[in-house]
């Protein structure tokens, strides 16, 4: 049986943190330079993306209750300002 895993991305509004790094990580590309460590940190390889929406991982807790087994997210963790839940499976 293959494997699964479960990946779940909150989309959330940016806040002033993400658009100034952003716009630091947009004029270094677009400058050919090297993206500072802080910048390059907070956005990780991938980079802010084409969109204007934050990418936060939201962790996913198994549970087994009365012969079923499944995933739960602690809505109450989920940042404020959470648009969008992304679910990607991965086989």
């Not at 980079?47 to 929406?53: A, L």
């Not at 991982?57 to 739960?72: A, I, K």
Request: aromatic content about 8%; hydrophobic content about 40%.
């Amino acid at each position: 049986m293959a494997s699964v895993n479960l990946q779940v991305t909150a989309l959330c509004k940016p806040d002033d943190q993400f658009q100034s790094m952003k716009k630091v990580w947009e004029a270094c590309t677009e400058a050919l330079l090297d993206v500072p460590d802080e910048v390059y940190e907070y956005f990780g390889e991938e980079g802010p993306g084409d969109d204007d929406m934050m990418a936060e991982d939201v962790e996913l807790t198994e549970f087994s209750e009365n012969m079923v087994d499944g995933w739960q997210i602690n809505l109450s963790e989920l940042p404020e300002n959470a648009e969008i839940l992304q679910i990607r499976v991965h086989y």
